[in-house]
Each structure stands twice: as C-alpha cells, then as structure tokens.
C-alpha cells in the first residue's frame, strides 16, 4: 500500500484509477477493505483513493500525543486531500461521521461533492448498541482486546453489541482478521483508538456540527438504508433536507454497512451520481 506523511504520522492508503478524486471513508474497528465488494463496480475515469484512518484497523500507529478527537481527525482527513493534493474531491462517508464536520471547522476547501452512507450524525455519536459497547470497552482496562478477540467468534459478532447491527448479512472471518489484527499486534494501535474513543463529545455541539452542512455548496447524495436501528432513517431524510443541493436514495434490506450488505444497489446509486446519470429520488 502507498503511504503518506502527515504531521501526525504516516498514513496508508489505497487506491486505483485515474480522474476526479473520489475518497472513500470508513468506520470504527474497519479499514479500507470495507469497500471491496464495491469498488470494481464503480466506473473508470476516476482515481478512488481509499485511506486507513486511525480507528483502530490502520496498520501503522501514528505519533504519539497526535490529536485524535472529532477536530483532530477532520485536521487529518484535511491534510490527507491537502498532502495528496487532491482538489474538488467527491468524499464518502460511512459508519463513522465525524468526517461530515470539515464543513463546521472550515476544512472543506477540497471537497467538491458528498456521497453520504449510513453514519453518525446530529446527536448520534457514539450510535446505538454498537457505538455504546465501544465506549464501554474503552473505558475499562483490556476491554479493546477483549472487543477485538469477540469479534473473531462468529456468532459473538452477530450480537447487536457488535456487528449484528452494523450488516444484514454475517461478515466473514477473512475481512474480520483484517480488521482485528492491527489492534491485537500493536498496543499503539489500540492507543490511537482509545484517545479517539475516550474523547470527549458536547451533544449540542455535535448537532451544531452537523446542521453547518447547510453551507455545503456541493452536490450530495444521502445514500441510507431503509432499514436498521443504529443510524436510524429519519437522519439520512434530514440530512437530504439540511444539505441544499442534496438527493436521498434509499437502500432496501441492508444496515449501516450497506456496501457489504447491497454492493450492487450501492455501487449502481455512487455510479450514477459520480458520471451525473439520473438517479430515482425516494
């Protein structure tokens, strides 16, 4: 995997193709694999650049003392497009939200457009039981490992504390061991995730944070799943209301991780808002 220097450290990336930049995100406890059954479906003539983010699956810890709070990790995300120098980027967000914020922290000279799956929004942060079981872990002493050995029991994962929220469909043991295995090699992985978990989060804020994508100037697709109960649906309509040049799509019979659950139907609603095909409103 290529690699980048931030200030805050080296961060890894993927990626393929070439064109208009579109950078994808992800979640807690994942890295960039999230999107695998998705991206060979997405068109040519774009380059997909796909970052590790320090949530607790990236390979390589960062420095230590880096801030890892809400702010810290959009100065991140900022300084990624900035060092890769990307420009009128198409950014999308999954499961983790906190990327929505660069608007608020004026930090989204460089997006352009917004593609925005199942994440935490508004007052939902942490989200639901899977959200709330990560707090928890973090706050007691070996509760990161512990959360990280349970996920690679199968049927520990599928319980709504975990991941059976998170995807309709069970996630397999070969994306979970790639997920896991950065936090159990490395203590300083764990760390990274912890001085984001442990971070301290004003609900008032986190609305005010998230209502200031009214001043988003871009296009932006809402592509939320119909279905579920850790992002709960009447996010992704507010969120298509709040936005002003925003269109809802809505995916069927899938959760938060609607890209392993749907690939098709997500791959089918980016593709089309990306080359600018017209694409049903719900």
């Not at 650049?49 to 390979?59: R, Y």
């Not at 295995?181 to 978990?197: H, N, S, T, V, W």
Request: aromatic share 8%; charged share 25%.
């Amino acid at each position: 995997m290529p690699t980048v220097e931030l200030s805050a450290g080296r961060v890894h990336y993927a990626e393929r193709g070439e064109g208009p930049p579109v950078v994808l995100l992800h979640g807690l406890l994942m890295n960039h694999t999230v999107w695998d059954e998705v991206i060979g479906k997405l068109p040519e003539g774009f380059r997909y650049v796909l970052p590790d983010l320090p949530l607790g699956s990236h390979p390589e810890p960062l420095r230590a003392g880096t801030d890892l709070t809400l702010r810290g990790l959009n100065q991140l995300i900022a300084d990624f497009l900035a060092a890769l120098d990307l420009r009128d980027v198409t950014l999308v967000h999954s499961d983790w939200g906190g990327g929505l914020f660069l608007t608020a922290y004026g930090l989204d000279e460089r997006v352009g457009r917004l593609i925005v799956l199942p994440c935490e929004a508004f007052a939902n942060f942490p989200p639901g039981l899977p959200g709330k079981t990560a707090i928890v872990g973090a706050a007691l002493p070996g509760g990161i490992t512990m959360a990280l050995k349970q996920l690679r029991v199968r049927w520990l994962r599928s319980s709504p504390l975990l991941f059976g929220w998170m995807a309709r469909y069970p996630l397999g043991d070969e994306i979970i061991r790639g997920w896991t295995d950065p936090g159990l090699r490395d203590k300083r992985i764990r760390r990274d995730l912890l001085a984001y978990a442990r971070s301290r989060r004003n609900k008032a804020e986190l609305i005010a944070n998230t209502e200031a994508l009214r001043d988003f100037r871009g296009e932006a697709l809402i592509l939320w799943s119909s279905a579920g109960k850790v992002m709960p649906r009447e996010h992704g309509r507010r969120l298509a209301e709040l936005i002003p040049r925003a269109r809802l799509v809505e995916i069927d019979d899938a959760y938060v991780l609607s890209m392993l659950d749907q690939p098709a139907a997500v791959a089918a609603a980016m593709s089309a808002f990306l080359t600018g095909a017209v694409i049903e409103h719900s």
